[in-house]
């Protein structure tokens, strides 16, 4: 069985979509929903962007794609994706590269699997949008550092702080990399079996490499807008001293006659 998540937009519309496709809902929430599609057939759908599929070939996920992309916000088709075996023979739980075996599979189980995977390709997508603020901070830094000032609008420099900002929010609200489903909190194999992927995946190192990027750009930002609003008093400063300069002329002008 094969489990295949794909980052396909920015967010999707979780509710609209839910009343117009029409499959059993095994459980259904504000952030994500997972459909009974077929035997052993799902399909996982989460406001953050992602779908998921267990036992679809290629030519379905396409038409499901299309389907869901009028509930899209920024589609982009396969931004990122990841695959996931597995394997319902085994007489225990173990966990291999890009796999899992199990035995007596349930749809908790199934569903938990494809929760850690889309999670999976989530982090990459969070990843490459916090790489792409890093090296426009860097490039601001290397400016400063060979020029002696900054080359960044106030403007410019507010929207990537907004930025920086709204993609801590999203990863916070989306992400539940240290928080386990509730299922597993009474279900001592599901929890197992959460762990076991959590650690397969990464998942909390990736997640912690991000947030710690983040505050780093964050932390940048914030001396750059310090930076511009020092050389924007110490200009102000030197208008005013300017104007009482020329008022002091004035003056003296004006005695002088």
């Known amino acids: 069985m094969k489990v295949l998540a794909y980052q396909i937009a920015d967010s999707i519309d979780i509710k609209g979509f839910k009343n117009s ?27 953050y962007g992602v779908v998921s599929f267990l036992n679809y070939d290629e030519s379905s996920i396409q038409e499901f794609i299309k389907l869901i992309t009028p509930f899209c916000r920024n ?28 035995s007596d599979p349930n749809i908790d ?21 916090t790489n792409r603020l890093l090296l ?15 080359h960044i609008s106030g403007r410019n420099l507010k929207k990537y702080i907004g930025r920086t900002l709204s993609l801590k929010s999203r ?26 992927l959590k650690k397969t995946f990464d998942l909390q190192v990736r997640s912690r490499h991000i947030q710690e990027s983040l505050q780093i750009i964050k932390e940048n930002f914030e001396l750059f807008k310090d930076i511009m609003q020092h ?26 006659r």
Do not use: C
């Open 136 to 150: 426009e901070t860097n490039l601001q830094t290397q400016y400063l550092e060979k020029k002696g000032r900054l």
């Open 109 to 129: 189980m199934f569903r938990l699997i494809m929760l850690n995977v889309s999670q999976s390709v989530a982090l990459d997508y969070y990843y490459e949008l």
């Open 21 to 47: 496709f029409e499959a059993p809902v095994h459980f259904a929430d504000s952030d994500e929903t997972f459909f009974i599609t077929g035997p052993d057939k799902f399909i996982y759908v989460f406001k």
């Open 171 to 196: 990863i916070s609200e989306n992400l539940y990399i240290f928080d386990s489903p509730p299922e597993t909190w009474e279900d001592e194999l599901l929890n197992k079996i959460d762990i076991g």
């Open 75 to 102: 589609f982009s088709e396969f931004r990122h994706s990841e695959e996931f075996e597995i394997e319902t023979n085994a007489s225990a739980i173990a966990f291999g590269f890009n796999k899992i075996e199990i």
């Open 231 to 256: 050389r924007s008093s110490y200009a102000l400063e030197i208008i005013v001293i300017t104007l009482i300069l020329l008022e002091v002329i004035n003056l003296i002008i004006e005695k002088i």
